[in-house]
């Protein structure tokens, strides 16, 4: 069965500093990653996804994050965190179904946050 | 462009009784999928609809039920409600025939069991 782990549930930078959110899935084929991010009182906007091809994906935001399939990681990055990122960040891996459709399976989350 | 609507925001029910819950999903989208986000938990599937048939089902109990229709917006049922189902349920909608399709998230309900 697939896992995803977020060993972090919490997060503190100042604002300004680069961030690194850490991702460790299990998933027998090649997985699709997501992260997304959850503000208070809000569903889920999704920053970036992995299905193949580069490694480094960019997504929006100015984050980017890095498929590491020997370490079965997939790691979120910012290089300047400013205020408004402060949120919950979920890592997700997805299983395929027939049809291209998938349902992803989510960490427990990390809350970032942010002082000024 | 309307993005995927969950009705209501906020719910206040007792042990025991019934509960719906409504979820338009993105205009053009034709699958829905619920969750279950409990507090500081990532979201649990909970089923996915495809042309109103569930076309796949989470570790829930059959007190959890669902229904498509035709337009494609979506109702979940919770029977017999018990304290452990108090969470933010969100609706995610997606196209099925896209390449490779991406989930888009509603706000969510929260529903709160006494």
């Known amino acids: 069965a697939q896992s995803v782990t977020q060993p972090d549930i919490h997060i503190t930078v100042s604002e300004g500093a680069s961030l690194e959110l850490r991702c460790n899935y299990s998933?027998?084929?090649?997985?699709?990653l997501f992260w997304y991010v959850q503000s208070p009182g809000q569903g889920l906007q999704l920053l970036l996804k992995?299905?193949?091809?580069?490694?480094l994906v960019q997504g929006i935001k100015g984050f980017e994050a890095e498929f590491k399939r020997s370490q079965s990681s997939f790691n979120l990055r910012k290089p300047s965190v400013h205020w408004s990122d402060a949120a919950e960040y979920f890592c997700?891996?997805?299983?395929?179904?027939?049809?291209?459709?998938?349902?992803?399976?989510f960490g427990r989350g990390t809350s970032l946050i942010v002082h000024p | 462009d309307a993005g995927v609507t969950q009705s209501p925001t906020h719910l206040i029910k007792t042990r025991g009784q019934q509960v719906t819950l409504r979820c338009s999903p993105k205009s053009g989208h034709d699958t829905v999928s619920w969750y279950q986000q409990a507090l500081g938990q990532g979201p649990q599937f909970i089923f996915q609809?495809?042309?109103?048939?569930?076309?796949q089902r989470g570790n829930f109990p059959d007190r959890f039920s669902g229904h498509q229709f035709p337009n494609y917006s979506s109702e979940l049922n919770v029977n017999a409600l018990l304290l452990g189902d108090s969470a933010l349920y969100l609706c995610?909608?997606?196209?099925?025939?896209?390449?490779?399709?991406?989930?888009?998230f509603g706000a969510g309900t929260r529903l709160s069991v006494l």
């Open positions: 992995y299905f193949s091809g580069d490694t």
């Open positions: 609809y495809y042309e109103e048939e569930e076309r």
């Open positions: 998933y027998g084929a090649t997985p699709y």
């Open positions: 995610a909608s997606s196209l099925i025939r896209a390449s490779k399709n991406i989930q888009y």
């Open positions: 997700a891996v997805g299983s395929s179904l027939s049809g291209g459709s998938y349902i992803p399976t």
